[in-house]
């Protein structure tokens, strides 16, 4: 039986190459000492967005848009959308940042997401804000706005859900998918937690991987232990 295929995929340090969730602090507001509050665990990352959003006061929308469009997207993720779009896979972008400088970049690449998940900032008012799109009172993961539910809402139980991502915020999403992609932190946690994954550096790989899928040398299956944690993730909420 053949399975409907969606990517979920995170944006900050997977579609593009910088972080532009850390970047428009360290250029426009105040990246420290909240971030090293975070990374000691003295806050959470809700705690810390809530700090470090209001450090942008002096900062217009459109300037986050033009450092946005400056910053280079992986140098293959264009055609991996175009396999997408060949292939008919769902793509789902699933981001703990920000539409101001996200929407940008997918509409200036002209990305064809399906439907784009992520956090904004309300400029209107004293201050800036954020708003977070997700809140999970059963979840207490890494991510303000936890992945899970923008996954599990999105998909039927016989589809493969497949997670490409990099960081903390993505560990709760890619425990509940069927077939991962990681680098950097998510590589290491999937490894530390026994969570079988494809290693990545670009979507090079992950394309070669598609490829091999493509020819019959790869299959994707569902994950038991993630349809299991699955499970429990609806009976929780
Ligand atoms: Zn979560």
Redesign the pocket.
Known sequence: MNHTIKIFCDFDGTITQKDLGDEIFKVFGKFEPYHSMLINKEINIRQYWRLIVPTLADTEESEIEKLALETPLDAYFIKFTEMCNKYKYDIYVVSDGFSSYINPILSFYDIPAKKVFSNSINFDGDSPKPDFYGA?ES?N?M?SS???NVILNNTDDDEIRVFIGDGYSDF??AEHCDVIFAKKNLAKYCSENRIPFYNFKTFFDILKIFDNLHSGKVKFRKRRQAELKSMSAFETE
């Open positions: 999970s979840c993961c991510s936890c992945k899970r709760c999403a």
